[in-house]
């Protein structure tokens, strides 16, 4: 069975860190591309940042360029975020997922990951 259990979520006041780990079983994931979203109540969920196999290649959207950052350890099976200077904005539930087969660079969109995790709570306040 195979299963993407997020952790390191959340209280933190704005402006501070936060690391979010997403540990992978069941099957490896060292070949797949991986990423991170996002859903805030009322809004749909939101690619936050997305990592190719190796790590060589690595997406952002606006909204989180130059504060987030994504890496993956492919010996621990594990995809982390870093996230730094977080504002109440960024206030959501955090979802890992992995797309099921090879891919060579980033997955930007929800249809292409086949394994979600069950989500982390990150709550920022002002």
């Known amino acids: 069975q195979v299963q993407l259990v997020e952790s390191g979520g959340g209280l933190v006041q704005a402006g501070g860190s936060l690391r979010l780990s997403c540990a992978a079983s069941?099957?490896?994931?060292?070949?797949?591309?991986m990423g991170w979203f996002r859903q805030a109540p009322g809004k749909e969920r939101e690619n936050v940042a997305a990592?190719?196999?190796?790590?060589?290649?690595?997406y952002y959207p606006d909204s989180v360029k130059g504060r987030f950052t994504i890496s993956r350890d492919n010996v621990k099976n594990t995809v982390y975020l870093q996230m730094n200077s977080l504002k109440p904005e960024d206030t959501a539930v955090y979802y890992c997922?992995?797309?099921?087969?090879?891919?060579?660079?980033?997955?930007?969109?929800?249809?292409?990951?086949?394994?979600w995790g069950q989500g982390t709570q990150v709550t920022v306040s002002s």
């Open positions: 997922a992995a797309v099921g087969i090879y891919y060579s660079g980033t997955a930007y969109y929800e249809y292409e990951y086949h394994y």
């Open positions: 990592i190719s196999w190796n790590g060589g290649s690595t």
């Open positions: 069941g099957r490896t994931f060292s070949r797949n591309a």
